[in-house]
């Protein structure tokens, strides 16, 4: 059995999957508290389907970035229980799930998701067929640099989270396209095809959040 968490975006999403066949997809597009609702949401799950936590043989989480708070009771959570179920831990970032669901085409990707205050989160991603790689490391950047950035391209995709951005289409390059962001959720079911199809047994010291900005307490100590 494969408990899938993810906690990055608003509201969250739980998967529960049993060898290729997901049996629960527990996802709320809402801005509630997190903490308050991702163990009652998991026990709920695994009493509905009468698996018992020492059944779990995978625990896959996502580790960002996107909201802080909910990264930090998503990593925290998935490492504690694979530790007590003694399962194994699976761990993708946020942008790199995303891509998931671009899965199958031969495509270059733009993930991005939006980082408030002005900013987006970005990575670009290779696709092809079954493969998927990264082409650089998650970055910090403004729309409108991404965008003079995109000028040129022929052929991309961008697949992008929208918690206040929301892009017009039209006002970008010609090349690029862009995925509906509604079909990009919940990435619980994306990370649930992570692992299954190319997700590696990470050790739990290995497995940290990744925020990309640094906090605000890390940059008032400058």
């Known amino acids: 059995m494969l408990l899938a968490i993810e906690t990055t975006d608003r509201g969250g999403s739980v998967a529960l999957a049993r060898g290729e066949r997901m049996v629960e997809l527990h996802y709320e597009e809402s801005d509630r508290n997190h903490s308050s609702r991702l163990m009652v949401v998991i026990d709920r799950i695994l009493e509905k389907h009468g698996v018992d936590y020492e059944q779990l043989e995978q625990v896959a989480v996502a580790t960002g970035p996107g909201s802080f708070t909910g990264i930090r009771l998503g990593v925290t959570t998935a490492k504690t229980l694979a530790l007590a179920c003694e399962a194994e831990l699976v761990a993708a970032s946020s942008l790199r799930l995303q891509v998931e669901f671009a899965r199958g085409r031969q495509v270059d990707v733009e993930s991005v998701i939006d980082a408030r205050r002005g900013e987006l989160y970005r990575q670009r991603f290779s696709v092809q ?73 990470v050790a739990s010291e290995k497995v940290k959040p990744l925020y990309v900005r640094r906090s605000d307490a890390q940059r008032a100590k400058g």
Not at 166 to 189: C, H, I, M, Q, T
Request: avoid cysteine.
């Open 129 to 201: 067929d079954e493969r998927i790689e990264a082409t650089n490391r998650p970055q910090l950047i403004t729309p409108g640099n991404l965008k003079e950035e995109l000028e040129g391209e022929e052929d991309l995709l961008i697949i992008y989270r929208d918690r206040s951005w929301e892009p017009d289409p039209e006002s970008w390059p010609g090349g690029v396209k862009f995925y509906p962001p509604p079909l990009n959720r919940p990435l619980a079911a994306a990370l649930v095809s992570f692992a299954q199809k190319e997700g590696e047994t």
